[in-house]
């Protein structure tokens, strides 16, 4: 099994920054990508940052030139350092990761969701 413990999330004002994180452990081969993902009240969750194995990154245009996403391999950790922040950015956030692990029928990808972190941007 491999779980995904997030943290970092809490209370700011527009303008602001916070920086979450989100450390896997467990059964970890390896880490294809991470990301982190978001859900406003009554909107679906999407997509904020990925970043992948081999470094490259994708970010969601409402974010862009605001929030970093990186990583730590040796520590399969993720980070979102989030500058800027604007009350439009209220959400949960959750980590997700794309993990390799092994076992008896051998090597297999999974996706793992953390449990969410409250981000609250005031006006």
């Known amino acids: 099994q491999v779980q995904l413990v997030e943290s970092g999330g809490g209370l700011v004002q527009a303008g602001g920054s916070l920086r979450l994180s989100c450390a896997a452990s467990?059964?970890?081969?390896?880490?294809?990508?991470m990301g982190w993902y978001r859900q406003a009240p009554g909107k679906q969750r999407e997509l904020v940052a990925n970043?992948?194995?081999?470094?490259?990154?994708n970010y969601a245009d409402s974010v862009k030139d605001r929030f970093t996403i990186f990583r730590d391999n040796a520590k399969n950790t993720v980070y979102l350092q989030m500058n800027s922040l604007k009350p439009e950015d209220t959400a949960v956030y959750y980590c997700k990761a794309n993990v390799v692990v092994g076992g008896s029928l051998g090597y297999n990808a999974y996706q793992y969701w953390g449990q969410g972190t409250q981000v609250t941007v005031s006006s």
């Open positions: 467990g059964s970890i081969f390896s880490i294809r990508a």
């Open positions: 970043i992948f194995s081999g470094g490259s990154t």
